[in-house]
C-alpha cells in the first residue's frame, strides 16, 4: 500500500520560508505525479504545485509562481516544497498527493493517494 507522509509544517513569520518533505514508500513512484495541496479552514483543498516524478515537469498555482518550488530526491523518494516569501495567506494544512495516472493535474480528484497533512502557519 503506497504511503505518503509530510513534514516540515511549523509557524514562521511572513516573509520567511519552509521546506515540507513528503516521503513516499510502499512502491515505486517513478511513473506518478506528485502534488502539494493545501486547505485553510472554511476553505476547499486547493492546488498549489506538482511534479511528474519520472520526466520532472512541473505546475504552480497563480498564487505561488515565483515563491515555491517543488523537487523530489529520487534517492530518498522525497519530494519537496521549498516556500520562500512566505505571506500570512499562505496559512494552511498543506497535503502531499500521488496520482497514479501519471500526467500533471490540478484538480485534487484526481489523484490516488493523500499524506495525513502538515500545519503552515504564516504571521503577519
Known amino acids: 500500500q503506497p504511503q505518503l507522509v509530510e513534514s516540515g509544517g511549523g509557524l514562521v513569520q511572513a516573509g520567511g520560508s519552509l521546506r515540507l518533505s513528503c516521503a513516499a514508500s510502499g512502491r515505486t513512484f517513478s511513473s506518478y505525479a506528485m502534488g502539494w495541496f493545501r486547505q485553510a479552514p472554511g476553505n476547499e483543498r486547493e492546488f498549489v504545485a506538482a511534479m511528474h516524478w519520472g520526466d520532472g515537469s512541473t505546475s504552480y498555482a497563480d498564487s505561488v509562481k515565483g515563491r515555491f518550488i517543488i523537487s523530489r530526491d529520487n534517492a530518498k523518494n522525497t519530494v519537496y516544497l521549498q516556500m520562500n516569501s512566505l505571506r500570512p495567506e499562505d496559512t494552511a494544512v498543506y497535503y502531499c498527493?500521488?496520482?497514479?495516472?501519471?500526467?500533471?493535474?490540478?484538480?485534487?480528484?484526481?489523484?490516488?493517494?493523500w499524506g495525513q497533512g502538515t500545519q503552515v502557519t504564516v504571521s503577519s
Open positions: 498527493a500521488a496520482r497514479r495516472a501519471g500526467a500533471v493535474r490540478t484538480a485534487a480528484r484526481e489523484y490516488d493517494v
